[in-house]
């Protein structure tokens, strides 16, 4: 799988995520300012829910852009090659499965990328599984919380 392919399908999903929370906020803070949406009566709170709903909408678009914006900024660090897994690195494990494809980043953490028929997921600094990986080299093995053990299968 090419990095630098894999970098722009994840800018490219965090802008649609990114689209949609600011279409999700803009519609919820139409409705809330709408005269269909005026209260009826004391206990009538929907006009108020959706000016909350639009709230969050919009923390979640600014949230979004920032990852878009750390990531578009540290680009060049990221698609750097590894030879083990530190922040930049797409790598795989074999957790006695199939294989599970990572990307470890600073943002954006559970966020999943369709590639080449693969699924990664974003991984970051608070995720417990890299807290066992870092470090590793393909082929090193490491022990789940469950007691499983896993091994490094790539790093790129």
Known sequence: MNKS??????????QEELDGAVKASRDAAEYATNEESRAESQWDTQGLEASYLAAGQAGQARQWAVAINDLRSRRESLLQSKD????GALFSCDFGDAPEYFFFAGVAGGQTVDIEGITVTVITQQSPLIAR???????ESFRLPNGSIGQVLTVA
């Open 5 to 14: 392919d894999f970098f722009e399908r994840l800018l490219s999903a965090l």
């Open 84 to 87: 083990r897994i530190a922040h």
């Open 133 to 139: 990986l870092r470090g590793l080299k393909v082929g």
